[in-house]
């Protein structure tokens, strides 16, 4: 090999090293996708903070009086991945009544965020059910008319991670009931999960609502 082949050859070899040293610092760098598993029941416990930041980020955050308990929990760690929405939100749910879930979704929504929400019918007018406040401040609801129950339970985050399990949002869930969430960043899961809410989402357009049978007269 001649001095030209061997500068060339020795370019070559710098550039690639140059290249894995840069592909090395972006993989430390990118953030890893979220793999997260909650088990409640989750200790009652004070989120007031949680919430008062992300309604006024970087504001001063005055002390809760309550006398809960503060801390990470598995209610808090679900509010911070629903908080950190930038985009959208799409919520499939059977019960929703938790007051700390309800305020973050009412966030989201006085942020920008685009936040969809399908619920079961039958229990969208339970007392205590947040659908309602939901419907009151603009976020778009929509409910089955079927016999049978719209079971779901799970919630997508900027069409890339899905949290769902056997967790409905209520405080009796929440506090009492042996239940688990998943959380995954994972186009493969993900994916599916989208291609159910927007076939849901479209049947369950108002215009295809049926407030009488065929049979009633």
């Not at 209610?75 to 499939?92: E, K, N, Q, T, V």
């Amino acid at each position: 090999m001649g001095a030209a082949g061997g500068r060339r050859a020795g370019l070559a070899l710098a550039l690639a090293l140059a290249a894995a040293v840069v592909l090395a610092a972006w993989r430390r760098r990118r953030p890893r996708p979220v793999r997260e598993v909650l088990f409640f029941p989750s200790p009652p416990s004070c989120t007031e903070a949680l919430l008062a930041e992300a309604a006024e980020p970087g504001a001063a955050v005055r002390p809760c009086p309550c006398p809960l308990p503060r801390g990470d929990c598995s209610l808090s760690r679900l509010l911070r991945l629903l908080l950190s929405a930038r985009r959208s939100l799409d919520i499939c749910l059977f019960a929703f009544c938790s007051p700390q879930l309800g305020r973050a979704v009412q966030l989201l929504h006085r942020r920008g965020v685009r936040v969809r929400v399908v619920t079961d019918a039958q229990y969208m007018g339970l007392r205590g059910s947040q659908i309602g406040l939901l419907r009151h401040v603009g976020i778009q609801v929509r409910h089955d008319q079927e016999d049978g129950y719209m079971h779901h339970k799970f919630a997508i985050v900027d069409r890339k991670m899905l949290i769902t399990g056997s967790l409905n949002w209520t405080t009796q869930a929440i506090q009492n009931n042996r239940e688990n969430v998943l959380v995954v960043e994972d186009a493969e899961y993900v994916e599916p999960f989208l291609d159910e809410f927007e076939k849901i989402w479209e049947k369950y357009n108002p215009i295809n609502y049926r407030y009488f049978s065929k049979d009633s007269k």
